[in-house]
């Protein structure tokens, strides 16, 4: 009920602004109306690039100013009912030392050159959303910069998304890591066992606020937010249901439309 809704709330944007801006302001996502093809010549319609130069201006001036890897951008404080407690010595040193562990994971992360893109498409196209995950097998933080082709958002009463569609393609082996093999259809376990592991699938990811909510209750059922994965062309057979304490997905609006979430 949701991917109907969702993929036709935002086929205005998709024919206004945003095909104008990707065409001759952010050519990189020029292919937002078409399929992936990685030999698709983009730029082409590009006949003033000054445009394009004063994003980048914008976007890395931002980036320097607030996201900048050399500076201590984030700090850490208590709340004001608790401010008081920073007088303490201990206090203090608790506080700086969490900012150093924060600054660290960030340091290891792939976040800032994933906030680069994020940014282009903040200011360019004004809607930017941003998946952070762990990296289960080296232990670190993984930030992934979505293409706006992929995403589609809702927003409940209060404007703030929480609601989002992903659909996207992965390859067959990086879905047998993510899933395991006995979770996926058919097609992808023979593309698997017959030595072809980068054939690519489509794959979609729904979270959404949780109909099933219980704050008492453990598990996954009851989390805040309800998270599926599944195959567009095996849509009868989940790869994965669980959920989320809070909203996954960073979703930044510069200038959001009046009738709508973007």
């Given at each position: 009920?949701?991917?109907?809704?969702?993929q036709k709330d935002r086929q205005t944007w998709e024919n206004g602004d945003w095909k104008d801006v990707t065409t001759y302001v952010l050519p990189q996502y020029s292919d937002l109306?078409?399929?992936?093809?990685?030999?698709?010549?983009?730029?082409?319609?590009?006949y003033d690039s000054s445009p394009m130069l004063y994003l980048h201006t914008c976007s890395d001036g931002v980036q320097g100013l607030t996201y900048n890897q050399s500076i201590l951008w984030a700090r850490h404080r208590l709340p004001s009912s608790l401010l008081f407690l920073e007088q303490e010595k201990s206090v203090?040193?608790?506080?700086?030392?969490?900012?150093?562990?924060?600054m660290y994971l960030y340091a290891e992360s792939n976040f800032y050159s994933e906030i680069t893109s994020f940014?282009?498409?903040?200011?360019?196209?004004?809607?930017?959303t941003m998946h952070p995950e762990k990296d289960m097998y080296n232990n670190?933080?993984?930030?992934?910069?979505?293409?706006?082709?992929?995403?589609?958002?809702?927003?409940?009463?209060y404007n703030r998304v929480d609601v989002c569609l992903r659909i996207f393609t992965m390859p067959a082996r990086n879905m047998?890591?993510?899933?395991?093999?006995?979770?996926?259809?058919?097609a992808v376990q023979e593309c698997l066992k017959n030595g072809n592991?980068?054939?690519?699938?489509?794959?979609n990811h729904l979270v959404f606020p949780n109909d099933e909510f219980d704050k008492t209750m453990l598990g996954n059922k009851y989390k805040s937010f309800a998270s599926k994965w599944w195959e567009t062309s095996a849509q009868d057979k989940y790869l994965r249901l669980s959920g989320y304490d809070d909203f996954p997905f960073m979703t930044g609006r510069n200038k959001k439309g009046e009738n709508g979430p973007y």
């Open positions: 009920k949701y991917k109907a809704y969702l109306f078409r399929s992936k093809e990685k030999s698709y010549k983009k730029g082409k319609e590009i203090r040193a608790w506080l700086q030392d969490s900012e150093e562990a924060m940014l282009r498409l903040y200011f360019g196209l004004g809607t930017a670190k933080w993984c930030f992934h910069n979505m293409h706006p082709r992929e995403v589609y958002i809702a927003e409940n009463q047998e890591r993510m899933f395991g093999i006995k979770k996926l259809s058919n592991p980068f054939q690519e699938f489509e794959v």
